[in-house]
C-alpha cells in the first residue's frame, strides 16, 4: 500500500493536453448563459456567495488542461468554503445547478495531473465532500448515492488516462521496432560497400608493384564505395540491433514488388514506370516494405476488393507509390485499427518522405507514400 502511494505520488503528468481549446470557451459561455438563466427563474439565497461561487467553479474550466491542481483548489475550495459556511443553516437553494460542472475539473485532475496534484486534489474533492454531507445530511443512502456520482468522473478521468497512455506507449513500441528494422537494412548496406572496399583493397596491393593502372583503378573503386558508405551511414538511425541473429538473405528492392502479386487474393496488379534503377538501396528496401504492409491491410480490410493496384513512378528527385483498392468504401476504422500504418509513417518520415492513408475518392481505400531518391532524413 504504501510503495503504491509513493508510485503514485511520483507519477508525472499525462502527455497530451492541449493547452487550451475551442471547445472550453464554448463550454464556459454556455454554463454562463445558463447560469444567468437560472438567476432569473430560480430563487437563490446568499447571491453575494453562490455568485462568486459559481464563476470561479466555471471559469477554472479554461485552465483545467494545464493546471488541474489549481482548478480543482480555485473550484473546490470555493465550493468547501461555501459548505463550511452553511452549516449554521439548512437550505438546499444555496449555489447555481451549473456550480456541478466541478464534476469536470474531477476528471481533468485524474486526466492529466501528476501523481502530486492527483493526490493533493483527491484530499480537497474529499473533504469538499465530507463538509456538504455534513452540511445537508439525509440518509445514508442517499449519502453514498452522492459519494458514488462526484467520485465517478475521477475514476473515469483515471480510467482514460491509463488507456491513452497504454496507447502511447504501444505507438512508441511501434516506431521503435520500425526504426530498427530500417537500420538493421541501412547496417546491411554499408556492410556490402565496406566488403567491396576491403576486396577492392587487398586486390590493389596484389597487383600494385606489377600494374600501377590497376592499383590506381582499384583505388577509385575504393573512394566511390567508402563515399556510399559515408553517405549511408549518415542516415543510419541510433538504434541499432543488439543480440540478433544477422540476416543473409538478399535485401528486397523495387523489383521485388512484382512477387507480392503472385497468388494474392483479390488480384494485384504492379506498374513500374519511370527511372527507379538509380534509388538508394535504403530507399528500394522502403519501398518495398511500404508496398507489402499496404497489400497486406488491403488483403485483410478490404471487402468485396476485385482488385489491388500498385503504382510505383520514378522521377528525377523521388519516387511515389500508390497503392488503391476497390472494396468497399467507408469502412469503420479501415486500416486504423492496428500499427501497421503508424509504421508506413514513421519509415517514410526517417527517410525525409511522406506517406497519406484514406478512402479512395468512390471506393477503397488508397496510400500515397513519396519519398525523396538520395534518401535524406529528416
Known amino acids: 500500500m504504501i510503495t503504491a502511494l509513493r508510485r503514485l505520488w511520483a507519477a508525472p503528468r499525462s502527455p497530451g493536453a492541449p493547452a487550451r481549446v475551442w471547445r472550453d470557451w464554448w463550454l464556459v459561455g454556455i454554463l454562463l448563459v445558463l447560469s444567468a438563466v437560472e438567476l432569473a427563474t430560480r430563487a437563490i439565497v446568499w447571491l453575494p456567495v453562490s455568485i462568486p461561487m459559481a464563476l470561479l467553479a466555471i471559469g477554472a474550466l479554461l485552465f483545467r488542461r494545464t493546471r488541474p491542481l489549481l482548478a480543482v483548489g480555485v473550484a473546490y475550495g470555493a465550493v468547501l468554503a461555501v459548505n463550511i459556511a452553511s452549516w449554521s443553516r439548512f437550505d438546499d437553494s444555496i449555489g447555481f445547478y451549473t456550480t456541478t460542472s466541478i464534476l469536470v475539473l474531477s476528471y481533468a485532475l485524474c486526466r492529466w495531473g501528476s501523481g502530486r496534484e492527483v493526490t493533493l486534489g483527491m484530499v480537497l ?3 469538499t465532500g465530507v463538509a456538504g454531507v455534513s452540511a445537508h445530511y439525509t440518509t445514508i443512502g442517499e449519502t453514498v448515492g452522492e459519494a458514488v456520482f462526484f ?9 482514460v488516462r491509463l488507456a491513452s497512455t497504454a496507447r502511447l506507449r504501444e505507438t512508441d513500441q511501434v516506431k521503435l521496432r520500425e526504426r530498427e528494422m530500417l537500420a538493421r537494412e541501412l547496417h546491411d548496406t554499408v556492410a556490402h560497400h565496406v566488403s567491396a572496399i576491403a576486396i577492392r583493397a ?3 596491393r596484389v597487383v600494385a608493384a606489377s600494374d600501377p593502372t590497376a592499383a590506381l583503378d582499384a583505388l577509385g573503386v575504393i573512394e566511390a564505395e567508402a563515399t556510399r558508405a559515408l553517405s549511408e551511414m549518415r542516415l543510419m538511425v541510433r538504434t541499432l540491433r543488439e543480440g540478433d541473429e544477422v540476416d543473409l538473405a538478399p535485401q528486397r528492392g523495387v523489383d521485388d514488388i512484382e512477387r507480392l502479386a503472385f497468388g ?12 527507379l534503377d538509380d534509388l538508394r538501396p535504403t530507399v528500394g528496401a522502403a519501398v518495398y516494405r511500404l508496398a507489402q504492409e499496404s497489400i497486406t491491410n488491403a488483403v485483410r480490410h478490404a471487402r468485396h476488393a476485385t482488385r489491388i493496384t500498385v503504382d510505383v513512378t520514378g522521377s528525377d528527385d523521388t519516387v511515389r507509390l500508390v497503392v488503391t483498392d476497390d472494396g468497399e468504401p467507408h469502412v469503420t476504422g479501415r486500416g486504423w485499427t492496428g500499427y501497421g500504418l ?3 509513417t514513421e519509415r517514410a518520415a526517417l527517410l525525409g518522405g511522406t506517406l497519406a492513408a484514406g478512402p479512395g475518392a468512390e471506393r477503397g481505400w488508397t496510400v500515397d507514400a513519396v519519398l525523396p531518391k538520395s534518401g535524406a532524413s529528416r
Do not use: D, E
Not at 467520485?151 to 480510467?159: E, I, K, S, Y
Not at 494474392?264 to 527511372?275: D, K, N, T
Open 342 to 344: 503508424i509504421g508506413m
Open 125 to 127: 474533492i474529499v473533504l
Open 151 to 159: 467520485l465517478f468522473p475521477c475514476v473515469l478521468g483515471g480510467v
Open 202 to 204: 587487398q586486390a590493389g
Open 264 to 275: 494474392s487474393v483479390p488480384p494485384v496488379a504492379v506498374s513500374l514506370r519511370g527511372p
